[in-house]
């Protein structure tokens, strides 16, 4: 028996297709991902100083609040450089 | 009631004809009266899966254009009682119907028998689009391979599209000893990829090839296990609780006999 969490060929066709099912069924392509990041940054750096080559966005699994499946989600990872950038004026 | 079924896969060659005849052939021996329509105008096979290509005389074609009537384009089978076959045309493509036809002759069909399985092509085009138009089920067929889940993912979607919900799902082409390996993804991985009902599981079967090159279907075979694998889809089609075979011991009884022994002399 193949013990558990070895990496058998099977176990990568498994997390291939589950990546790439996630982008085929939100019908989201790398270059779409790539304007959302954009136009996050451009939103985000009007209040906060971050860090832009850091940030990552991805879509993943998670866990739904509704039903046991899980559904996919929207990650973004924004590191922050300097929260006192507040423009107030 | 009656009911039609499209049977589809997104993909080429994962056995959805063959899957088609041996649910047609399991549901006419279960006592039903059934019709296949070979939906792969062009490319039609289905016909030869069920050893029925030389009493080809009309098409599904020349039904729905009138050239001639519905009972003279339908091909009895004569192994099975109530068994139907209205086959494709060979020398014309998918634009030769529309929706709208194969929506009116499944209705017609429906009238007279117990179930109209439909062979849909390969593809996600107008040969698809004309298969599905008059179904009210669907099952989905799939191999344990990436390419072919990815594309009955995508099937699956469309077909919701379509109003067409929670298709049943059959994997083809299990291979044991590769699963039992870890280098073949098994039943419960696909389903849980693809989060739809398993309606059955096929192990591959070098009957299957032996049926198919005879043009006689595999159904009827309770001694080889994808025999009995497709009787148990007919099975549940009806609506009875069938539990899945282990296809982890395919030997079943007889490499069970000789494990005893075995044990026994040791």
Same mark, same amino acid.
């Given at each position: 028996?193949?013990?558990?969490?070895?990496?058998?060929?099977?176990?990568?066709?498994?997390?291939?297709?589950?990546?790439?099912?996630?982008?085929?069924?939100?019908?989201?392509?790398?270059?779409?991902?790539?304007?959302?990041?954009?136009?996050?940054? !451009? *939103?985000?750096?009007? =209040?906060?100083? +971050?860090?832009?080559?850091? @940030?990552?966005?991805?879509?993943?699994?998670?866990?739904?609040?509704?039903?046991?499946? !899980? *559904?996919?989600?929207? =990650?973004?990872? +924004?590191?922050?450089?300097? @929260?006192?950038?507040?423009?107030?004026? | 009631?009656?009911?039609?079924?499209?049977?589809?896969?997104?993909?080429?060659?994962?056995?959805?004809?063959?899957?088609?005849?041996?649910?047609?052939?399991?549901?006419?021996?279960?006592?039903?009266?059934?019709?296949?329509?070979?939906?792969?105008?062009?490319?039609?096979?289905?016909?030869?899966?069920?050893?029925?290509?030389?009493?080809?005389?009309?098409?599904?074609?020349?039904?729905?254009?009138?050239?001639?009537?519905?009972?003279?384009?339908?091909?009895?089978?004569?192994?099975?009682?109530?068994?139907?076959?209205?086959?494709?045309?060979?020398?014309?493509?998918?634009?030769?119907?529309?929706?709208?036809?194969?929506?009116?002759?499944?209705?017609?069909?429906?009238?007279?028998?117990?179930?109209?399985?439909?062979?849909?092509?390969?593809?996600?085009?107008?040969?698809?689009?004309?298969?599905?138009?008059?179904?009210?089920?669907?099952?989905?067929?799939?191999?344990?391979?990436?390419?072919?889940?990815?594309?009955?993912?995508?099937?699956?979607?469309?077909?919701?599209?379509?109003?067409?919900?929670?298709?049943?799902?059959?994997?083809?082409?299990?291979?044991?000893?590769?699963?039992?390996?870890?280098?073949?993804?098994?039943?419960?991985?696909?389903?849980?990829?693809?989060?739809?009902?398993?309606?059955?599981?096929?192990?591959?079967?070098?009957?299957?090839?032996?049926?198919?090159?005879?043009?006689?279907?595999?159904?009827?075979?309770?001694?080889?296990?994808?025999?009995?694998?497709?009787?148990?889809?007919?099975?549940?089609?009806?609506?009875?609780?069938?539990?899945?075979?282990?296809?982890?011991?395919?030997?079943?009884?007889?490499?069970?006999?000789?494990?005893?022994?075995?044990?026994?002399?040791?």
């Amino acid at each position: 028996m193949p013990i558990l969490n070895r990496r058998t060929s099977k176990n990568v066709a498994k997390e291939r297709l589950k990546l790439v099912l996630i982008h085929d069924r939100a019908n989201c392509s790398p270059e779409i991902l790539e304007m959302i990041k954009t136009d996050i940054i !451009k *939103v985000i750096t009007k =209040y906060m100083d +971050i860090d832009e080559s850091g @940030l990552d966005i991805s879509i993943g699994n998670a866990e739904s609040d509704y039903s046991d499946n !899980k *559904v996919p989600a929207l =990650y973004a990872n +924004i590191p922050i450089r300097n @929260l006192n950038k507040t423009k107030s004026s | 009631m009656s009911e039609v079924i499209v049977i589809t896969s997104g993909k080429g060659g994962v056995g959805k004809t063959t899957t088609t005849a041996n649910i047609g052939a399991g549901l006419a021996l279960l006592g039903k009266k059934v019709v296949l329509i070979d939906a792969d105008i062009g490319l039609r096979n289905l016909d030869v899966v069920m050893g029925l290509e030389n009493r080809i005389v009309y098409n599904v074609i020349d039904v729905v254009e009138g050239s001639c009537r519905l009972k003279q384009a339908l091909i009895k089978d004569k192994r099975f009682d109530n068994l139907y076959l209205l086959p494709a045309a060979q020398t014309r493509d998918k634009s030769a119907i529309t929706p709208q036809q194969m929506r009116k002759l499944c209705s017609g069909l429906k009238e007279e028998y117990d179930y109209v399985l439909i062979d849909c092509p390969a593809g996600i085009e107008q040969g698809f689009k004309n298969a599905i138009a008059g179904a009210d089920k669907a099952i989905v067929v799939t191999t344990p391979e990436v390419s072919a889940i990815r594309d009955a993912d995508r099937i699956i979607g469309l077909l919701e599209a379509n109003e067409l919900r929670n298709p049943s799902l059959i994997v083809n082409r299990i291979r044991t000893q590769m699963v039992k390996r870890g280098d073949m993804l098994s039943i419960d991985d696909v389903v849980d990829v693809l989060a739809v009902h398993l309606i059955g599981a096929i192990p591959d079967d070098e009957q299957i090839v032996i049926s198919t090159n005879n043009g006689d279907p595999i159904v009827g075979t309770q001694s080889v296990l994808s025999g009995k694998a497709f009787t148990n889809i007919c099975k549940r089609i009806l609506g009875e609780d069938v539990p899945f075979i282990d296809l982890h011991s395919p030997k079943g009884f007889i490499s069970r006999l000789k494990n005893m022994i075995k044990f026994g002399n040791s």
